[in-house]
């Protein structure tokens, strides 16, 4: 049976009041959301002899801008009276904008200052707002340590004034952010099984036994992802901590002086690294070279988001060497169609998880299970340790 019809049954309530808007940046996301929900839905109401049937759930907008770079919200039709969904990709960089005669890149502060005029644009007249921002705008920028703003705090009260009710977030950098908007709804999903199902598919012939697999966080800071993995897998766990300068700052931060192991011996295992970030990626492949340097055999990458802001050149080095075997991550922000090329890179689709949690949240079915996908991971490598010796691929109904 569909994992979906363990959660709920869509026409159980009249889901006909739901409506999406995927701003720019995110309508690739948005549209694959939207044809899950809207298939799920109409399957339902023919089971049921409904004779309701929807085309969409997507509601068009804009933030057309002006010349001088000043902007607007637009929304097509009505929202009165519905369950809104605002789909953000605030790390989506590919959006251009003229200003003053020359095209500038839409930047995380305009896709937030475009999320508000949407917000503005509504006026009110929606019965919920729920903002589905996978990378959290600001979430690096989670705590002071000095006299420095709190981007990410901020921004969350702000949206409360707004009328914000919920905040669905992606692998959080800290999702004890959420403390600064204690009344108002903020949930956050972790790509546990996406990921480890996107690894598996693409390379079958991984043994995840304890005897040859093993977790290693890149840092004290993603601990408790790693361990996660590590406890639903049943394998070990190792650790780097970074030495800093705190001496110095560059570009916003102390350098790492280097990276020191704590753990089990990793000697002829696959490793397999989770993070939430990849940004320069200088830190993951220093990594690489640390594992393989005390004889490491395979090396997984995995981070929710894989920006690679310095280019990819450095991780195709790094991957000709043999320092890594591929990096896996999720569609949940822009990704290049040239690192989509890359052979070493592999893609989890969240368009369908996303579609779960939105449909369930509309309709007042608890998320639960969707938070914690313990049995899941477990279904899905029982059915890989089955299949695996016959044939070296995995089919697992979703």
Not at 81 to 93: F, L, R
Not at 307 to 328: M, S
Request: glycine share 8%.
């Amino acid at each position: 049976m569909p994992f979906f019809e363990h959660v709920f049954k869509f026409g159980k309530e009249d889901t006909s009041n739901m409506g999406i808007l995927a701003l720019q940046g995110a309508r690739e996301l948005g549209k694959k959301v939207d044809d899950y929900l809207v298939n799920w839905y109409n399957t339902e109401a023919e089971k049921c002899g409904s004779a309701s049937r929807v085309k969409t759930f997507l509601i068009a907008n804009s933030c057309p801008r002006f010349t001088t770079g000043d902007g607007k919200g637009l929304i097509a039709e009505t929202v009165r009276g519905k369950d809104i969904y605002i789909i953000v990709d605030v790390g989506n960089y590919s959006v251009e904008y003229n200003m003053f005669g020359m095209m500038h890149r839409m930047s995380p502060d305009d896709y937030y200052a475009d999320l508000k005029r949407i917000i503005a644009a509504m006026g009110g007249k929606a019965k919920s707002i729920t903002v589905v921002m996978p990378m959290l705008y600001g979430g690096r920028q989670h705590r002071r340590n000095a006299r420095e703003s709190l981007d990410c705090a901020q921004m969350l009260q702000e949206l409360q004034s707004m009328g914000v009710n919920e905040m669905i977030t992606f692998d959080a950098h800290d999702p004890r952010v959420q403390n600064a908007v204690p009344l108002m709804g903020f949930d956050n999903f972790m790509p546990t099984y996406q990921i480890l199902k996107a690894l598996l598919e693409k390379y079958p012939d991984v043994n995840m036994s304890k005897e040859n697999f093993m977790i290693v966080s890149p840092d004290e800071g993603a601990m408790g992802r790693n361990i996660y993995y590590a406890s639903v897998l049943g394998t070990d766990l190792g650790m780097f901590y970074k030495r800093r300068d705190y001496a110095n700052v560059v570009n916003g931060r102390n350098p790492i002086i280097a990276h020191d192991y704590i753990g089990n011996d990793v000697s002829g295992k696959d490793i397999f690294v989770a993070d939430d970030i990849i940004a320069t990626g200088d830190s993951m492949l220093k990594l690489c070279v640390e594992l393989k340097e005390r004889g490491a055999d395979k090396i997984f990458l995995s981070a929710t988001y894989a920006l690679f802001t310095e280019g990819l050149q450095k991780f195709r080095d790094a991957y000709d060497k043999g320092l890594f075997t591929a990096v896996v991550s999720t569609n949940l922000t822009y990704a290049t169609p040239e690192l989509l090329k890359e052979e070493w890179f592999v893609q989890a689709d969240m368009s369908k998880f996303m579609a779960y949690i939105m449909a369930a949240c509309n309709q007042g079915y608890s998320i639960s299970t969707l938070l914690d996908p313990h049995d899941k991971i477990h279904e899905l490598i029982e059915a890989y340790n089955k299949c695996r010796p016959q044939q070296l691929a995995i089919k697992i109904e979703e």
